[in-house]
């Protein structure tokens, strides 16, 4: 795979849903390849940051009473109650270096771009690129890059910074999103000019 290149000014890093509930062993959904990413996606966020490139952190986050109503889909219902509003569950881990400058999104589904502020925080800054770690592969990295190609932004997935469920998911996930909407890379092939 050769080097792509990446403008500091017109690209952020999108550090999807590293939270204690999906990275942490007592988390209400741990997954051990979402914690298994971690450091990868800390060094990627540390050499976006010392390019002058932008970081964005999503977080999946539920009132409680959010599916009360639902008529046909119900998260709790498929995944159980997690990453509550004002949980442990719900905050970023530790190891992730979270600054002021930084946009933290909280979304309530799988699209971190179905209503929030994101796309109007990157149209206003200039971004037209975006890197996209964090977890899981297979569910809100994958929804989320897919809307961002729809929205016209370039979408590179960074394949040693997602993590996953299972291993197959996240080759599925890769997969679709080459075929179809972005690029994956490995951190080593990504470089800011």
């Given at each position: 795979m050769s080097v792509e290149s990446f403008d500091p000014d017109r690209t952020a890093v999108v550090v999807v849903d590293m939270q204690n509930g999906f990275c942490h062993p007592e988390g209400s959904l741990y997954a051990p390849g979402s914690e298994a990413v971690t450091d990868d996606v800390a060094a990627l966020v540390a050499d976006a940051r010392d390019a002058g490139a932008r970081v964005v952190y999503t977080r999946d986050v539920h009132p409680p009473e959010q599916f009360d109503d639902a008529h046909y889909y119900d998260e709790f219902d498929r995944w159980?109650?997690?990453?509550?509003?004002?949980?442990?569950?719900?905050?970023?881990?530790?190891?992730?270096?979270?600054?002021?400058?930084?946009?933290?999104?909280?979304?309530?589904?799988?699209?971190?771009?179905?209503?929030?502020?994101?796309?109007?925080?990157?149209?206003?800054?200039?971004?037209?690129?975006?890197?996209?770690?964090?977890?899981?592969?297979?569910?809100?990295?994958l929804h989320t890059a897919g809307s961002a190609g729809l929205r016209d932004y370039r979408p590179a997935l960074v394949e040693d910074a997602i993590?996953?469920?299972?291993?197959?998911?996240?080759?599925?996930?890769?997969?679709?999103?080459?075929?179809?909407?972005?690029?994956?890379?490995?951190?080593?092939d990504v470089a800011f000019r």
């Open positions: 159980g109650e997690h990453v509550l509003e004002g949980s442990w569950d719900a905050e970023l881990v530790d190891e992730l270096d979270v600054r002021e400058d930084d946009l933290v999104v909280e979304k309530h589904t799988y699209d971190a771009f179905h209503r929030t502020e994101l796309h109007g925080w990157l149209q206003a800054r200039g971004i037209d690129s975006l890197l996209f770690c964090g977890t899981l592969a297979n569910v809100c990295v993590g996953a469920i299972e291993d197959d998911h996240k080759e599925y996930a890769l997969d679709h999103a080459e075929w179809l909407f972005g690029e994956v890379l490995a951190r080593s």
